[in-house]
């Protein structure tokens, strides 16, 4: 009987690990998308409106507020044409935390007309929020090698 119950207890607490996963992991890259999508309509302020409080991104040094978020940013969404798409690949989470990773592509308007374009990849941390929304606390970015 002992077996059984043990047997049970351990069934219960492995099994639905991997579907929680799972359905955490898509809702992340779903929350991307709408990410990806809130930027491409709302430009910078669409950006900014998913990254936490407490976000804490490098770019040579930590920037910690959405004042210094709000000023690395924005220098290249007032670029000319300025256009950052991005498409997440996978999600992954679990309780308060998670992650997504994905393909980047900028591009804005450069000296005489030229067009400037850049693609990458990505990494984007989550946090849950006490309202159950998901926020960025991080997100880095790699560009791909000059072709």
């Known amino acids: ?17 991997p579907v929680f996963a799972q359905s955490v992991g898509d809702g992340l890259v779903r929350t991307d998308t709408d990410f990806a999508e809130a930027t491409a309509k709302r430009g ?42 991005w498409k997440p690949i996978k999600g992954e989470g679990s309780g308060e935390y998670g992650y997504t990773l994905g393909r980047y592509e900028s591009s804005f308007v450069g000296p005489g007309g030229k067009p400037v374009t850049s693609s990458g990849s990505y990494l984007t941390v989550w946090k849950k ?13 790699s560009p791909d090698p000059p072709k």
């Open 129 to 141: 929020q006490t309202d159950g929304s998901w926020k960025v606390i991080s997100d880095l970015g």
């Open 1 to 17: 009987m002992r077996y059984w119950i043990a047997l049970g207890i351990v069934g219960l607490a492995l099994g639905p690990l």
């Open 44 to 85: 910078l302020e669409g950006f900014l409106s998913y990254f936490a409080a407490d976000a804490t991104v490098m770019a040579g040094r930590p920037l910690t507020s959405k004042e210094d978020l709000r000023a690395y940013y924005g220098a290249g969404f007032s670029q000319p044409g300025f256009q950052l798409k």
